[in-house]
Nanobody, 119 residues
Framework: QVQLVESGGGLVQAGGSLRLSCAISGSIFSINAMGWYRQAPGKQRELVARIISGGTKNYADSVKGRFTISRDNANTMSMQMNSLKPGDTAVYYC??????????????WGKGTLVTVSS
């Protein structure tokens, strides 16, 4: 089993920045990729950014150039969010997967952290 705990959400004005962190523990040797998903009210959960064990990073088009995902060490992943927009308001979930591709493998989830961007 893998446990994930997010931190760093909060309220910020449009144009501001936030840094989300995810602490991972447990059977981390089984994890090949980590990432951030978000779910806004009334919308489906969507992939925001993902980093694979080899270092490849993928971003949703809506956040490219504004968000940066990083694997700080074996037990911590972060995402720096700059130039935040009201449309970024959502609950952000930390995700860890056993496969390189998000469509495959076993996925583990954190409980989520709320990011609210005011206009």
């Amino acid at each position: 089993q893998v446990q994930l705990v997010e931190s760093g959400g909060g309220l910020v004005q449009a144009g501001g920045s936030l840094r989300l962190s995810c602490a991972i523990s447990g059977s981390i040797f089984s994890i090949n990729a980590m990432g951030w998903y978000r779910q806004a009210p009334g919308k489906q959960r969507e992939l925001v950014a993902r980093i694979i064990s080899g270092g490849t990073k993928n971003y949703a088009d809506s956040v490219k150039g504004r968000f940066t995902i990083s694997r700080d060490n074996a037990n911590t992943m972060s995402m720096q969010m700059n130039s935040l927009k009201p449309g970024d308001t959502a609950v952000y979930y930390c995700n860890a997967g056993t496969a390189d591709r998000p469509e495959y493998g076993v996925h583990y989830w954190g409980k989520g952290t709320l990011v609210t961007v005011s206009s």
